[in-house]
């Protein structure tokens, strides 16, 4: 009897075997980012470091190029902060802005400038055209109190970002 009952316990009971099979893609950005110019701080005075050309510095330019229109948007970020630095004596008030410094379509990318979206040291610009765009980036930092920074070398970074929409 226990025997019989184990065979149809066995009967009644079902397997399910289950697998998982994967599907793999590879997605290469349309988007491509290059730093045409890196830029340089001039030292005009003892409190400030500026690109400002007239000031012995260089604009940070960098270049976009999109090869898939209306799917990015670039974002650039101008400096508020040193990366590195020797220490600082005081705090360090930051201006910074990004323009459109050329474009590859005069026609396609003529409103990039116009239309672009800004907050705070952030520029955002709808990617409507292919092509190539460069963007220049200013950077200025005032040492508070009118205390001179000290020797040693300064960086900062721009943040370049192409974002898929």
Do not use: H
């Not at 316990?9 to 950005?29: D, H, R």
């Not at 980012?33 to 690109?51: F, H, Q, V």
């Amino acid at each position: 009897m226990f025997k019989s009952l184990i065979i149809i316990l066995a009967s009644i009971s079902t397997f399910a075997l289950a697998e998982n099979t994967s599907i793999n893609g590879s997605v290469q950005s349309r988007c491509i980012i290059s730093t045409d110019t890196e830029g340089t701080y001039g030292n005009p005075n003892a409190y400030t470091l500026t690109t400002a050309v007239s000031d012995g510095g260089v604009l940070a330019v960098t270049r976009f190029d999109v090869t898939l229109a209306d799917a990015y948007y670039a974002q650039i970020t101008a400096p508020n902060s040193f990366s590195t630095s020797p220490s600082l004596p005081d705090t360090v008030t930051w201006t910074g802005d990004t323009v459109v410094k050329a474009i590859s379509d005069s026609t396609g990318m003529a409103d990039y400038e116009t239309n672009k979206v800004e907050f705070d040291y952030t520029d955002k610009y709808d990617m409507t055209a292919t092509g190539s765009t460069w963007f220049k980036t200013t950077s200025a930092a005032t040492m508070g109190g009118s205390k001179a920074y000290a020797g040693g070398s300064y960086t900062s970074l721009v943040l370049a970002e192409c974002i898929a929409q």
